[in-house]
């Protein structure tokens, strides 16, 4: 099965890629993770995209795609790509090349009000990343330290959301254009939105 989950960030595209990866046996493919694993060890692609993510801007679709196209197993969950009209292009080509097709694009619907309030609040294990909330000591799934996200303050918040609904939003109509777009309530306990995925996918 091969899915890409769009949405605002905050959405919870995260939390239900991990999920969705264990469950169906999926690679989980997180540009984000992926650039930030850049970042740390000062890679050339690092340098170049950090400048960009802390201004909580879009890394130029040229690297992402290069960063991504190669990795790409037979079956995988894309949390965060693509994110404009050209990187979804790119993957099309890419994927046509290997013969091979997306099934689902689940969309995650929540409100401004759930995203800004859910960043401002989210910690991040620094090793495993998983994602928790405030007031949470350390990470439940594999004990190590939480930490906030550089870019989870309220002015790169506020340029994410703009970044969204400029770059990536246009993708909504993009998918619904092809049929594989499904709306998918993102409100609630990560637990009642995977429920939802599921009766999509059919897995219920
Ligand atoms: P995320 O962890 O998905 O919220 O991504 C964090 C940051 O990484 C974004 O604000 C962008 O700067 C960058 N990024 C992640 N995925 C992409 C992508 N597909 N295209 C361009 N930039 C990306």
């Known amino acids: 099965m091969r899915i890409i989950l769009l949405g605002a960030p905050g959405s919870g595209k995260g939390t239900q890629a991990v999920v969705l990866a264990k469950e169906f046996d999926l690679q989980h493919v997180s540009t984000g993770d992926l650039l930030r694993a850049e970042v740390a060890v000062q890679s050339e692609l690092g340098k170049k995209a950090k400048e960009f993510m802390d201004r909580g801007e879009l890394v130029p679709d040229a690297l992402v795609v290069k960063m991504i196209a190669s990795r790409l197993q037979k079956d995988f969950v894309l949390d965060g790509f693509p994110r404009s009209i050209g990187q979804a292009e790119a993957l099309e080509k890419v994927l046509a090349e290997k013969k091979s097709l997306i099934d689902f694009v689940l969309n995650i619907v929540v409100s401004d009000e759930t995203v800004v309030s859910r960043l401002g609040r989210r910690l991040v294990c620094g090793n495993c990343k998983a994602v928790f909330k405030e007031g949470v000591a350390k990470c ?27 770059k990536t939003k246009p993708l909504e109509d993009y998918y619904e254009k092809t049929g594989l777009l499904k709306n998918i309530d993102g409100e609630g306990s990560s637990e009642e939105v995977f429920e939802r995925i599921k009766k999509v996918l059919g897995k219920d």
């Open 140 to 166: 439940g799934e594999c004990g190590g330290a939480l930490v906030k996200r550089k870019d989870d303050n309220p002015e790169t918040i506020r340029d994410r959301l703009r970044v969204y609904r400029e």
